[in-house]
């Protein structure tokens, strides 16, 4: 919740973000968090300072020629993120026609206009989730976090997404 506050609060042009639930936590100390009073209760309240990304990259569902993005999973700090960071790179399952997302515009995530490069990634989450068309992978998760020599070569010869992407010429 703390970096999300971050990132929200440089979204918003503001220079930090109030969040509760901290107290109690060693968080504070060790990021040198500073509190102000609540104006409306007078209790005092953890500020996290904005964060700004140089370079924010997200993986969603689909997107148009033109960067237009969708993700039909959680957002919850993906919009943030593209509007606190200073560029913004897509990787996407899947390219879509525009007129797809002119269908509902609604669902669209990130407006092209912010997006600086994309590339079509078929199962690029991995091994994360990308909903609805995969859940995590647990068991590749688990051979990862081993602490022996060789783990990173083996996961990455095992990644999906290696060799199958392709860059998408952006018009303007």
């Keep these: ?53 140089d370079v924010a990259v997200i993986h969603v569902n689909e997107v ?21 960071a200073k560029r913004v790179l897509i990787t996407a399952e899947r390219l879509v026609p525009t007129d797809v997302l002119r269908l509902q515009p609604e669902l669209t ?16 989450a991995w091994p994360g989730s990308m ?3 995969y859940e995590i992978d647990y068991p590749a998760v688990e051979r990862y976090m081993q602490d022996k020599p060789g783990v990173l070569e083996a996961h990455l010869a095992e990644a999906p997404e290696v060799g199958e992407w392709e860059m998408v010429n952006r018009e303007s």
């Design 1 to 53: 919740m703390t970096l999300v506050a971050g990132l929200r609060a440089a979204s918003y042009g503001i220079p930090f973000q109030p969040v509760a639930g901290v107290f109690g936590s060693d968080l504070p100390e060790i990021n040198d968090w500073k509190t102000v009073a609540d104006p409306y209760t007078g209790k005092e309240v953890y500020v996290i300072p904005a964060i700004h990304p």
């Design 64 to 84: 148009d020629e033109f960067g237009n993005a969708r993700v039909y999973g959680t957002p919850f700090w993906d919009h943030p993120v593209t509007r606190a």
């Design 109 to 124: 995530l990130v407006p092209g206009f912010m997006v600086e490069a994309v590339a079509i990634v078929p199962n690029g």
């Design 131 to 133: 909903h609805p068309l």
